[in-house]
């Protein structure tokens, strides 16, 4: 089917089956133009918690269909493509934390949506990158915490805190590959422009950046500022939505370590595809399940966040 087939046909399907799309922003351009609400992973769960549709179709990956059905039980939740996964939720399996939250019986558990449902069930409340500040420093200072799984955004949390949170040892494979010799050389070229980057990101990238912030946060900043030019350190589908609102200003995708490509994009996220999205709709598979017990545990510290945030 050719491309305005495709989006005519995925239109109707979603009026016909009283369907709603939510995109993450690290998906593909024609992805984000046809979804009904863009967003990162938190507005993705404020939306998927309060959608009448019947069946909620979520382009992103597979941790973020998991926390829509979590919080959506009753609803059919699908992903355009199973596989689609998250580096960082698998460098977190569900009996190697526990085992780490059981060797430290008295620390709350905080961690980072980029889980998996089980993991989720292990955790006292849930952040995400838009509000891990705010959630981490409403506990008392000398609070006994454990967070996971990012090392990055555990290590920039802390030091913006003032806590000394224990982190669990585990990392995100975009964000981690920015090349800090690339960036170096990219500012000397671009000397006007301000870099902006994910709390994913490793130390050595942080520290060079005029702004740190989740994906949303970094869209907001880019489109407030009176810069003209942005180096920007995350995945680099956010483009499409900064260059969408700031069609004057101009935004270069921090290249990665060992690659020749200009930008950095989350092989995961790009697995999603506008066919898959209309296969997906047209089938209603893949969808997204959910062990009931593990469910209601996990549920408990989304809803914790979705009340402090
Ligand atoms: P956000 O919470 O900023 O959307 O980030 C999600 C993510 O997967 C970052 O890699
Ligand atoms: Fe996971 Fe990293 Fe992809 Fe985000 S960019 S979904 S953290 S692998």
């Given at each position: 089917m050719?491309t305005?087939q495709l989006i005519n046909a995925i239109n109707q399907l979603k009026k016909e089956k009283n369907a709603v799309i939510m995109a993450?922003?690290?998906q593909?351009?024609d992805i984000?133009d046809i979804a009904d609400h ?13 959608t009448?549709a019947d069946i909620i179709v979520l382009c992103g990956?597979?941790?973020?269909g998991?926390?829509a ?6 609803k059919k939740v699908l992903v355009p493509d199973i596989?689609a ?187 999603n595809t506008l066919e898959k999205l209309y296969n997906c709709l047209l089938n209603e598979t893949p969808e997204i ?21």
């Amino acid at each position: 089917m050719e491309t305005t087939q495709l989006i005519n046909a995925i239109n109707q399907l979603k009026k016909e089956k009283n369907a709603v799309i939510m995109a993450h922003y690290y998906q593909t351009g024609d992805i984000q133009d046809i979804a009904d609400h863009v967003g990162d992973s938190l507005a993705l769960a404020q939306w998927a918690a309060k959608t009448d549709a019947d069946i909620i179709v979520l382009c992103g990956v597979h941790f973020m269909g998991e926390t829509a059905k979590i919080l959506s039980p009753a609803k059919k939740v699908l992903v355009p493509d199973i596989n689609a996964g998250c580096s960082l939720a698998d460098s977190c399996p569900a009996d190697a934390f526990e085992a780490f939250t059981k060797a430290h019986p008295d620390h709350t558990v905080i961690s980072y949506v980029n889980t998996t449902a089980a993991v989720k069930a292990l955790t006292d409340v849930v952040v995400t990158s838009t509000n891990a500040k705010k959630i981490v420093g409403m506990f008392p200072k000398d609070a006994k915490i454990i967070f996971g799984p990012d090392r990055n955004l555990g290590n920039y949390i802390n030091s913006v805190t003032g806590r000394s949170m224990l982190l669990w040892d585990g990392a995100c494979h975009v964000h981690e590959q920015f090349s800090v010799e690339k960036l170096v050389k990219l500012k000397a070229e671009h000397p006007g422009a301000e870099i902006i980057a994910h709390p994913e990101c490793k130390k050595t990238v942080l520290v060079m950046a005029d702004f740190i912030g989740s994906t949303q946060a970094l869209l907001n900043y880019a489109t407030a500022s009176e810069k003209k030019s942005f180096l920007v350190a995350t995945e680099s589908g956010i483009l499409h939505e900064m260059q969408k609102q700031n069609p004057d200003k101009e935004f270069i995708p921090v290249p990665p370590n060992d690659s020749t490509c200009a930008c950095n994009e989350c092989n995961f996220m790009r697995l999603n595809t506008l066919e898959k999205l209309y296969n997906c709709l047209l089938n209603e598979t893949p969808e997204i399940l959910i062990d009931e017990e593990i469910r209601v545990k996990a549920v408990k510290p989304i809803l914790r966040m979705l009340e402090m945030s």
